[in-house]
Every structure is written in C-alpha cells, then in structure tokens.
C-alpha cells in the first residue's frame, strides 16, 4: 500500500494523481508518461480492469492501487483508507463520468435522465474528501448541449461550494497535439482555492493544419494522418491485431468501394433507411489516409458505425490500428475480446491529449 502524505509526497519528488472512471487507463497512461505517480484508480468494467492490471498495475515499479468497483457502491472513506491516501496531498484528481449520456449521436432529448449523467455529480464526493490541488473532468462535446445545462450548472454549483474555482469548458481537439484523429472532447479543470497564474489553458496546440502559417511559415508540425497508423506492420502475434470476420457479401461491397477514402455510396450499397434519408454517409466508409481519422467510438471496429473500413484492405480496422490512432503505446494490449477491446480504446482519452493536459496543469502547480 502507497502511503501518500506531504512529507513522503515530497520525497517522491513526483506529482500525485487519483483517476477515477479509468477505463482501459489512457489518462493513467498519459500521467506516467508526464511523470505523475498514480496512486490510485476506479474502473467498475472488468474487461477494462483486466487490461489496466495487465499494462499498468502487473509488475510494475509503484504501480497504481486499482479498485474494480461501482464508484457510487465504494464509500469515499474506505477508498481513502484502502489506498492510503492522506486527504489535501493528492496533487490532481483526473478521469471523466462515462460520457454515452452525453453523446452528440444522441436525438432529441436521449439522454437528459440518463443514471449516467448523475455521476457527473457524484464526483464530488470523491473530490470534496480527497481534496486535491486540482481536477479534470473529460467529456463529450454533447455535455456542453441546452438539454444538459442543469447538470453543468450544478456541477459548477457544487465545485464552488467546495473551494474550487472552476475555468469555463473548453472544447479541445486531440489533432491538434499530435494524435492522428479529428476528436473533439471538453476538458473541465478546477483548481483548489484559486486558479494558478501561470497556468495556459487550454495547452498550447503543438500541431496545425497543413496550409496554415504556423506550417507553411513557421514550419511547425502538422497535424499527423491516418497513414502513420496504417504505415506500420503489425506483429501478427499481437493479441489486438484482430477485425471483424466479415460476411462474403459485405467483402464483395469492400471490394467494390473506392481505396483511400471511398464512401458507401460509392461501393453501390444501399440499404432501406438510407431511402428514408441521407444521413450517416460514413458508415462503410474507407478511412482517408491522408487526413487526420475519423474519432474513435466505442464502435470503432465495426465498419457498420462509422468510417472505420481500412483504407486499403477489405475488412474494419485492428484493434491495433484503433490503439494507434489513440496515441496508445504499441506494447499496450487490451484485453477481454475484439468487441470488449474496441469499446476500451473508444472510451480512452489519446495519450498524447492526456499529455498535453495534464503538463499544462502540473507546470502550474508546481510554478505556483
């Protein structure tokens, strides 16, 4: 057992940081690649506990203490004793409610009474008893939307009350930090007591659009391309190099819809609701090389949601390749199945953005 107090902390030398709601562990993953020492984490999803075990926790130097619980069934003051935290000495409070409520795919009033969303709110019993420095929250953009104000009200409500100065959402986009995928989330940072004056937020963008200045003038980087994520071979005996067994007929469509880019109604494909409408143009679509790709859902691998046909073979992406375009190490392995998996990678925050975040915050703590 880790046990963090101010006096130990500073021996550390390290920043400390609690992560709930940690998924497969993409912002645990960003916080060791910072620099941060996790002490602890929440996920209730086996399938995703296994996975954070296996990369971050199994023979590990001071690895995090993973508790496989239900947040709003794990009483704050046995997590504290548990995992040996002293309360006020945790440095950052990260991790975002699951975001489905939320979901920008979400129609007309989907999802206002959703239970999920009333996580948002139980954070804060974690937050008002570990008292950290800071938090971030990361969500969808759909968060931000009329039909879910009362819920950014009263969290923004309930952060005040407890000592915390919280900076309006910004809409972040994880292309422009050098993740190869057009992704946009919020990120809502507090800061106990007051906000650093140091502080930069949101993170200064390290990548741009090709035409642009910064670019073409400056000769700063661009914003990285799906083809980084398909330019490399994967190990075939990597457990996520793994897609979709598809069916004879939906080869022959594949076969049919243009390399590099090529849409459903390319390929001739027509099914009954897209003679009622002539929305979701990207399902069975192929993903364009030569642009940052398309977000990574929790349905990533199934070509039948979205753009997520490979570019230039016949079948849905990898595991791997969706890994990739979330910025996740090639040694991460995700476990629990293809549809388990490809749920965990759509859930994760890129590690790249989970970077640049998290950066952003320590250097202002520790410039406070």
């Known amino acids: 057992m880790v046990n963090i107090s101010a006096r130990n902390r500073h021996e550390l030398r390290r920043l400390c940081a609690v992560d709930l709601f940690a998924g497969a562990g993409g912002f ?25 075990r296996a990369n971050l926790v199994e023979k590990k130097p001071n690895p995090p203490k993973l508790f496989s619980d239900d947040i709003t069934q794990l009483p704050v003051e046995k997590f504290i004793k548990s995992a040996g935290i002293e309360p006020g000495c945790i440095d950052v409070l990260m991790g975002g409610p699951p975001c489905q409520g939320f979901s920008t795919h979400r129609i007309k009033d989907a999802g206002v009474d959703d239970p999920r969303n009333a996580l948002l709110l139980h954070y804060f019993s974690y937050l008002n008893a570990l008292r950290p420095k800071a938090f971030v929250v990361e969500n969808v953009p759909g968060l931000l939307w009329p039909r879910h104000e009362r819920y950014l009200n009263k969290f923004y409500e309930l952060a005040a ?12 986009n994880a292309k422009d930090y050098g993740v190869p995928q057009n992704r946009k989330r919020v990120f809502i940072l507090g800061f106990r007591d007051k906000v650093p004056y140091r502080l930069q937020w949101p993170p200064a963008p390290t990548h741009f659009a090709p035409e642009s200045e910064e670019v073409l003038i400056e000769g700063l980087p661009a914003w990285r391309t799906a083809s980084e994520v398909f330019s490399l071979p994967i190990d075939p005996d990597d457990p996520n190099s793994i897609h979709m067994n598809h069916t004879p007929e939906m080869v022959k469509v594949f076969e049919s819809t243009p390399l590099n880019g090529g849409s459903r109604q390319q390929s001739g494909r027509i099914l009954p609701c897209h003679r009622q409408h002539n929305g979701h143009k990207d399902v069975y679509g192929r993903i364009d090389p030569t642009r940052p790709g398309p977000t990574m859902t929790t349905a990533c691998i199934n070509p039948s949601k979205g753009r997520f046909l490979h570019p230039t073979e016949h079948h849905g992406i990898t595991v791997r390749h969706a890994a990739r375009f979330q910025t996740f190490p090639e040694t991460f392995i995700f476990h629990g199945g293809l549809m388990a998996s490809g749920t965990q990678v759509g859930n994760a925050v890129p590690i790249r953005l989970g970077v640049a975040v998290l950066k952003t915050i320590t250097q202002a703590l520790q410039d406070a």
């Open 161 to 172: 009350e407890g000592g915390y100065e919280v900076l309006p959402p910004q809409v972040i």
């Open 28 to 52: 645990s993953e960003a916080a060791k690649e910072s620099g941060i020492q996790v002490v602890a984490a929440i996920e209730n999803n086996q399938n995703a506990c296994k996975t954070y």
